[in-house]
């Protein structure tokens, strides 16, 4: 009677331990499976990717003419005829997109979102940049300078040397590359989310300066958008080499070094039978490639 209720006893708790193990097995090998399948698609896209996929371009969507800017409902500019001749003459499949700065920049470090940011343009060269990136060769320079409102000042700023920054506010915006001017963000009197904001700002006398490259302000006096008037003047810092823009690549592509190699074979030959200065000269006639 003993040994009957034993055997009992035993059959109803190994059922739910049999049971138990039954399950775990099952979900160990399906967490297994499951997991080689990741690992295969994952090879499947990266694969996919290095061979046929097209390169997700980003640019910052509040534009930077006369090197990016919508005309007619289309988006042109120097820059962006450049961006498709150097992968047209690549052979590479590309699309443009237009985003916030911040999240260009992040999303092409990163190597993610929808869609995932390989590259994006329009950018000068820094430190911490050429840490995150591959940086193509210089594609276009121009001269860096500071803006003013004449409103506020009689006469040009007392701003001979980068030091003298020191005595005025500066506005800035969210993302933008200041290492050239010695200044660091933190410097900043007030940061706007884009340059039309920034000279907002100047206008309304937020600031006495900012800083930028000397010809995106007058080169959006061609757009339905300019950002200056005829009260804003610019002088040029003539102790500072001319800002220089590049292709940014992210590290973290499969096809880093494919990419970054293609674009930069692409430049050298467009540079040396003129086609970038060319292209350039239709949105720069007196300067071209190098304002």
């Not at 150097?86 to 190597?111: D, G, M, S």
């Not at 506005?171 to 001017?181: E, K, L, Q, S």
Request: with cysteine; proline share 4%.
């Amino acid at each position: 009677m003993h040994t009957s209720y034993q055997r009992n006893w035993q059959r109803k708790l190994s059922q739910p331990l049999l049971l138990f193990f039954r399950t775990s097995i099952k979900s160990t090998l399906f967490s297994l499976i499951l997991g080689a399948l990741l690992v295969i698609n994952a090879h499947a896209s990266t694969d996919h990717l290095t061979q046929n996929a097209p390169v997700a371009v980003c640019d910052d969507e509040n534009l930077w003419p006369p090197y990016a800017f919508i005309q007619d409902h289309t988006l042109t500019g120097a820059m962006i005829e450049t961006t498709k001749a150097i992968f047209n003459l690549a052979n590479i499949p590309y699309q443009i997109h237009l985003t916030p700065w911040k999240r260009c920049l992040y999303q092409v470090e990163h190597f993610q979102g929808d869609p995932t940011f390989e590259v994006f343009i329009n950018g000068t060269y820094s430190e911490e940049r050429a840490s995150k990136f591959l940086v193509s060769q210089t594609v276009y320079s121009t001269g860096n300078a500071y803006f003013y409102s004449k409103d506020m000042f009689d006469a040009a700023p007392h701003i001979k040397t980068l030091s003298d920054l020191n005595d005025f506010s500066v506005c800035g915006v969210h993302g933008y590359n200041y290492d050239m001017y010695k200044i660091k963000a933190r410097q900043l009197s007030v940061v706007a989310n884009d340059l039309h904001s920034a000279f907002r700002l100047l206008k309304s006398g937020r600031c006495e300066v900012i800083l930028n490259a000397y010809s995106v302000p007058y080169g959006s006096l061609f757009t339905d958008n300019p950002m200056i008037d005829d009260s804003i003047e610019a002088k040029i810092f003539e102790e500072l080499p001319a800002q220089s823009f590049h292709v940014f690549v992210s590290k973290k592509t499969p096809r880093a070094g494919f990419l970054i190699n293609q674009i930069n074979q692409a430049i050298t030959t467009m540079k040396n039978n003129g086609q970038i200065d060319a292209i350039f000269r239709k949105y720069l006639p007196d300067c071209g490639a190098d304002c």
